[in-house]
């Protein structure tokens, strides 16, 4: 079992930041790939960021410049950082890890997600 949690969301105004967490437990030997996902009312889930064990990393267009994903490997722990917040990046945020578990086998797994609303 894998459990991915996300923490820091919460209800911040324009041009503000938040914090994004996800910490990631169980029976984990490796994760490769993490990443956060956003998904706003009536849209589909989209990808926001992600980033390889060793770092590579990628964004959405809507977020180069303002959003900032890492990762702690030591602690299995993946952030994203936000800043310039917009009304517009509004939406519930799930973690996504690739995981090699105790059972030697490879598996997808999702956070809960945890909802950031901008509004003044």
């Known amino acids: 079992q894998v459990q991915l949690v996300e923490s820091g969301g919460g209800l911040v105004q324009p041009g503000g930041s938040l914090r994004l967490s996800c910490a990631a437990s169980g029976s984990i030997r490796m994760i490769n790939a993490m990443a956060w996902y956003r998904q706003a009312p009536g849209k589909e889930r989209e990808l926001v960021a992600a980033?390889?064990?060793?770092?590579?990393?990628n964004y959405a267009d809507s977020v180069k410049g303002r959003f900032t994903i890492s990762r702690d490997n030591a602690k299995n722990t993946v952030y994203l950082q936000m800043n310039s917040l917009k009304p517009e990046d509004t939406a519930v945020y799930y973690c996504?890890?690739?995981?090699?578990?105790?059972?030697?086998?490879?598996?997808?797994?999702w956070g809960q997600g945890t909802q950031v609303r901008v509004s003044s």
């Open positions: 996504n890890a690739e995981v090699f578990t105790s059972a030697l086998r490879w598996g997808d797994y």
């Open positions: 980033s390889t064990r060793v770092g590579n990393t």
